[in-house]
């Protein structure tokens, strides 16, 4: 038994990942030791909640699980073990926000804090805004939605998309500026502007 231990702690990660592959489920318990802390790690920079922590690893670990046959050997299996956890987080906070936000307003994103009049006007405007977002190019749509509908930070957004932060701060930037042009054009056709 010491020298399986011993011989499976030799092996790299992605040894490790084959042999699991392969059948040896029992060696993915490495991989849950080499990778707890930095789990924990990354739980806690992003949650600030230690009580779930244990709770968000295990369901971590399961999708890392899952998710082994989709690992690219090209990139380190750190890396790839940090983008599992942030985008499980991110998807917890999601999921979160759209359990406490009132049914009738989710798909437009409004408060119903005002009157009916002014909620169905924010609703005309969102529905709008949202349709204007959806013709944009790929590039910029994607780091709007995920900033504005999804409330998503500048860090988030990058470590959800595998983006560079200066490149996801200059895509919504662009994309703003796309959406303002829009919503002028939109504003001019109906004498708004």
Excluded at 29 to 47: A, G
Aim: glycine share 4%; hydrophobic share 35%.
């Amino acid at each position: 038994m010491t020298e399986n231990i011993e011989n499976i702690e030799n092996k790299t990660d992605i040894q490790i990942v084959n042999s699991v592959l392969s059948g040896r489920k029992d060696d993915f318990s490495e991989i849950i030791r080499r990778y707890k802390s930095l789990v924990f790690s990354v739980i806690h920079r992003m949650t600030n909640d230690p009580h779930e922590a244990d709770d968000i690893a295990q369901e971590v670990f399961i999708k890392i699980y899952k998710n082994l046959d989709k690992y690219n050997p090209e990139f380190k299996f750190a890396t790839w073990v940090i983008r599992i956890t942030a985008n499980h987080i991110i998807d917890l906070r999601r999921k979160k926000r759209q359990e406490t936000v009132p049914i009738d307003n989710v798909e437009y994103g409004i408060a119903g804090e005002g009157s009916p009049e002014d909620d169905y006007i924010k609703a005309e405007r969102n529905r709008e805004l949202f349709k204007l977002i959806e013709n944009l190019p790929e590039i910029y749509k994607e780091p709007l939605i995920l900033y504005h509908r999804d409330g998503l930070s500048y860090n988030e957004i990058a470590e959800r998309t595998g983006e560079t932060l200066s490149k996801v701060k200059n895509r919504i930037f662009r994309g703003r500026r796309l959406l303002k042009d829009s919503l002028m054009k939109e504003g001019e056709s109906y004498g708004m502007f």
